[in-house]
C-alpha cells in the first residue's frame, strides 16, 4: 500500500494561490492520485485526479512528475471557504488509507 | 448533496444500548464503505462492501456489524460499545471498489456518535 506524507499545516491569505506537495515514493504502475477535501464534521468530497503530467479542472490543477513520487495539488485564488482539510490519496479504492492531510487555514 | 444520506445524524447512546446507523445512496453505485473519524486523527476504514458482498473488514471490534442487504443501503449495526468509539461515522459509495481505476468516492454527512 502506498504511503503518502504531506504537510500538517498550510496558512495562506484570500487571492494567493496554494500549492499544496505530497510525496508517495512506492507508487505502484496501477495507482491514480486522487485529493479529498473536507470541511469540519462532513464527509470528504473529491476534488481531482490524475495518473500523470497535469489536469485540470474548474476547481484546482493536479501537477504530476514523471517519476510519479510526488503530486502538488494547486489551488488557484483561494478563499476564506477553502479553509479545510485536504487529503492525498493513492491505491485501490477499496484499500485508501487517509493520513492526517493538510490543514489550510485560509485567512482574510 | 452528494446522493448520499445518513441517518441519524447525531447518535447519543449506552454502553448497554442497541442501535443501527443507516445509509442509503442514489449514485447507482455498487460499492458502499463505513468510515471512523475520531477526534483529531485520520478516517479509519472499517468496511467495505461489493456488490452486497463484504470484501474487506479492517479488523473491527465484533460490537459493529455491518449489513449490506442491497447495493443502495447499508447498515451498520451497535452493540455495546465504548466511550472510545464516540466519533463521526461516514459512509461512502463508488461505482466499483476495485480495479485498475482508483474510483471516486461519494461520501455521506456522517453520523456524530457518541457514547456514554
Not at chain 1, 464527509?43 to 495518473?51: A, H, V
Not at chain 2, 447507482?28 to 471512523?36: E, F, L, P, Q, T
Not at chain 2, 463484504?54 to 459493529?64: A, G, M, T, W
Request: glycine share 6%.
Amino acid at each position: 500500500l502506498a504511503k503518502t506524507t504531506q504537510p500538517i499545516s498550510m496558512d495562506s491569505y484570500e487571492g494567493q494561490e496554494v500549492n499544496i506537495t505530497c510525496s508517495h515514493n512506492n507508487i505502484a504502475t496501477n495507482d491514480y492520485i486522487t485529493w479529498y477535501q473536507q470541511f469540519p464534521s462532513q464527509g470528504p468530497r473529491f476534488i481531482i485526479q490524475g495518473y500523470k503530467t497535469k489536469v485540470t479542472n474548474e476547481v484546482a490543477s493536479l501537477f504530476i512528475p514523471a517519476d510519479r513520487k510526488s503530486s502538488t495539488l494547486s489551488l488557484p485564488r483561494v478563499s476564506l471557504s477553502d479553509t479545510a482539510v485536504y487529503y492525498c490519496l493513492v491505491g485501490a479504492t477499496d484499500k485508501l488509507i487517509f493520513g492526517t492531510g493538510t490543514r489550510l487555514q485560509v485567512f482574510p | 448533496e452528494t446522493g448520499v444520506t445518513q441517518t441519524p445524524r447525531h447518535l447519543v447512546m449506552g454502553m448497554t444500548n442497541k442501535k443501527s446507523l443507516k445509509c442509503e445512496q442514489h449514485l447507482g453505485h455498487n460499492a458502499m464503505y463505513w468510515y471512523k473519524q475520531s477526534a483529531k486523527k485520520p478516517l479509519e476504514l472499517m468496511f467495505v462492501y461489493s456488490l452486497e458482498e463484504r470484501v474487506e473488514n479492517n479488523s473491527v471490534p465484533s460490537r459493529f456489524s455491518p449489513e449490506c442487504p442491497n447495493s443502495s443501503h447499508l447498515f451498520l449495526h451497535l452493540h455495546t460499545l465504548q466511550p472510545e468509539d464516540s466519533a463521526l461515522y461516514l459512509c461512502a459509495s463508488s461505482l466499483a471498489s476495485g480495479g485498475r481505476t482508483q474510483e471516486t468516492q461519494y461520501f455521506g454527512p456522517g453520523t456524530r456518535l457518541l457514547v456514554l
